[in-house]
């Protein structure tokens, strides 16, 4: 058993090996086992130096076994025996040792087997001029807030990762979150039924533009009423209006090519919307009047002459417009060259639009 760990963690054994490590092990005059042995050899110092161990009861030649040992370091560098060895002769002579070689070798102990004592007090040295060391036995309640530790936790994160959506939802209603970056990060996890979810988006807009980010196409439409309340310049963000639009369209369970009623309400909010528009988005706002206008004549009910002129007055480049007028036109950008393909309205083609309107002026 005295040998035993030793010889279980080498590999230097082969089967004829075996005779010799049981004539090491059980015989008295280990020095005779030991003529087997070539001098010089890693094996021969090893076992030279677990003879001495053995034989050094009173534990007196610490000297000599460090010097055999130091021998056998210097002609082997890479043999892993001698610091099993060290290991042992730390244990076997630890009384022997002087204060700062049994401190050398508790730190050894301590940082080779990984130990820690927590629950003891830690000594201070006698240097200092502290002769009390005094530790708290209770702790502050403003440590233990629950704002400030999960503030702390976000600043040492710098983003909300360790919470989860209960934690971030607290944290809005409690208005502990104000950066645009965290908001951000905050609406991507909390749901949105969340009571001023608008407010919250818009307080990210200038660092975050709408649409680049996946919970802007999942508002409501009173979210983005009171978000366009809040931004109006909104309106001239194509993203904000298709998003917008989008949220116009009807259940899916409603028909509504067979559904005047739904159609017509359904129209209606589109052209309500596409009031609020800019000149830029004329195409869309062609769109739905040559729609409302389709439908109103498919109904027999072509007398919307409101709805007719405001159709004409929007400038297109189509061959049933005048040149003239199109030429006053001073942006480009706001005249209508084809019909935008807007929320789940049927597209139309310019020959449609040519026999429509034809129509309405027999």
Known sequence: AEYGELFNRKRFMSSTDLSFLEQFVLFDNKEKVLEQLLPGTEDYYFFSILCKLSQDKE?????????????????????????????????????????????????????????????????????????????????????????????????????????????????????????????SEALEVVYQDFDNYAELVAATLDNYSFGSKSFHSSMTLSQLDKLLSLSPSLTEKREFVDIYISKLAPNVDVDYKKDSVHWEKYLLSLYKFSKQLPPLFNDIKATILLHLLEHYYNIGKPDVLDYFMEYLQVPKEFKNVSKQYISQVTKRKQIVQSFKTTGILPHRSLQEEESLIQNYLM
């Open 59 to 183: 534990r007196s030649n610490l000297s000599e076994i460090n010097n055999l040992l130091e021998h056998f370091r210097t002609t082997h560098p890479k043999e892993p025996r001698v610091e099993l060895l060290q290991q042992r002769i730390r244990f076997l002579y630890h009384d022997k040792q002087s204060d700062d070689e049994k401190d050398s070798t508790f730190k050894w102990l301590i940082k080779h087997f990984g130990l820690t004592f927590d629950d003891h007090q830690e000594i201070v040295d006698s240097g200092t001029t502290t002769k009390d060391v005094t530790y708290p036995s209770k702790v502050e309640d403003a440590q233990l807030d629950w704002k400030r530790i999960v503030l702390q936790l976000i600043k040492d994160n710098s983003n909300l990762s360790k919470l989860d959506s209960l934690a971030v939802e607290t944290l809005l209603r409690e208005d502990l979150i104000r950066s645009p970056a965290l908001i």
